[in-house]
């Protein structure tokens, strides 16, 4: 006799299979076996199998944006993903050759980790578990490193940019895995961050100039236009009582420059961040006050802008999201929040805290 706990069966037509109508116990039985890719697949299957894995599986990872990933604390902390909409630490247990690197790049599904004994990179993707070595870059140990496309994709470019803030560039597909350095940073005081734009690689350096690279691998050079100029000696002046990082975003097709600056005096701390967007047409960039649904997180290893929508509870729009080690001067083991509207800057906490020695990644995995 059935119950409500165990509905009866319907009847088959011929031919037609009985996969929908798999008991939601056996179902959460083969998920737990199965990897996170493999679940995006089971959702494809049926409407039962479809709600069977969205109860089952935390909506959070590994389909929606943004999170952070850290390195908790103690000599052998493991690395983690931190979410802002579930305010924790995620479930969710990195390959242990992962946790041996310190990750200086991602995009979409694919991390770029650093071994810095091994003095070597190596690409690998956080759901397939494929991995791409990488030629060992001229810069050692490396800062961060950008990729234009996913590195199954044809003609995709890779950009390190190295401690002492040097670039170097590659194309596999054309340069036959030798690196092209860029030595023009030097009289610029090196570089401080970077980011893929429109097919160029654009880079900040430390005097405030920005600078874009389009690269032509074959002649073994990299074409260079300046889009901005390098800071003023008012501006420097004004700067220099200010502790500073300056990051380089790409945003639906606008390049943004993101300064936060910010100031420690014992325990009074003041904070303060300016966003410049580039108009091309005009060759000028200009100061925005706001940035309507939208949110950016900015990091010494990777910056990316988002939409703030219902999708992604726990993200404000018209807010700066920072995360890097210096973070812990200002509130311990925090993320930091900056409003564009009213100038203020609240604080997410992060429960468990995470190590200082490796700087936070923001992470946007997807399947691609």
């Known amino acids: 006799m059935s119950s409500s706990q165990n509905p009866p069966r319907r009847q088959l037509a011929a031919g037609q299979s009985a996969w929908p109508?798999?008991?939601?116990?056996?179902?959460?039985?083969?998920?737990?076996?199965?990897?996170?890719?493999?679940?995006?697949?089971v959702r494809l299957v049926c409407s039962s199998w479809r709600s069977c894995a969205r109860a089952w599986v935390s909506a959070d990872l590994p389909f929606e944006a943004p999170r952070l990933l850290l390195r908790r604390p103690g000599s052998c902390g493991s690395l983690a993903f931190f979410s802002l909409r579930r305010l924790e630490i995620l479930p969710y247990a990195l390959p242990d050759r992962?946790?041996?690197?310190?990750?200086?790049?991602?995009?979409?599904?694919?991390?770029?980790m650093a071994f810095d004994d091994e003095r070597a990179i190596?690409?690998?993707?956080?759901?397939?578990?494929?991995?791409?070595?990488m030629p060992r870059p001229p810069v050692f140990p490396v800062a961060k490193i950008m990729l234009s496309?996913?590195?199954?994709?044809?003609?995709?470019?890779?950009?390190?940019?190295g401690n002492s803030g040097t670039l170097a560039l590659l194309q596999p597909d054309v340069s036959g895995g030798a690196w092209i350095s860029i030595a023009a940073g030097a009289e610029h005081g090196g570089f401080r961050d970077m980011a893929f734009w429109r097919g160029r690689l654009c880079a900040v350096g430390y005097d405030g100039t920005v600078l874009a690279y389009r690269a032509d691998l074959r002649a073994r050079v990299a074409a260079v236009s300046e889009l901005r100029?390098?800071?003023?000696?008012?501006?420097?002046n004004l700067l220099r009582r200010w502790r500073r990082r300056t990051y380089l975003v790409e945003s639906e097709g606008e390049l943004l420059l993101v300064r936060k600056l910010y100031g420690v005096d014992g325990d009074w701390v003041e904070v303060d961040v300016e966003v410049h967007r580039f108009r091309p047409e005009e060759c000028k960039w200009e100061e925005v006050e706001e940035l309507p649904g939208r949110a950016v997180f900015v990091g010494a290893v990777a910056s990316v802008s988002v939409l703030a929508t219902a999708a992604l509870p726990g993200?404000?729009?018209n807010c700066v999201y920072f995360a890097r080690r210096e973070v812990d001067m200002i509130v311990p083991q925090a993320i930091g929040v900056y409003s564009l509207a009213d100038f203020e800057t609240s604080v997410v906490a992060i429960a468990g805290g995470h190590s200082a020695d490796v700087e936070p990644v923001w992470i946007i995995p997807s399947v691609a």
């Open 21 to 41: 109508d798999l008991p939601p116990e056996l179902l959460e039985s083969i998920l737990l076996r199965l990897e996170p890719l493999d679940h995006v697949a």
């Open 98 to 112: 992962l946790n041996a690197g310190r990750c200086c790049g991602q995009i979409g599904c694919w991390l770029a």
């Open 122 to 133: 190596e690409l690998r993707n956080l759901f397939s578990g494929e991995s791409v070595a």
């Open 149 to 161: 496309a996913p590195p199954t994709s044809l003609g995709w470019v890779a950009a390190v940019m």
């Open 229 to 236: 100029e390098k800071d003023g000696a008012h501006q420097r």
């Open 315 to 317: 993200v404000r729009e």
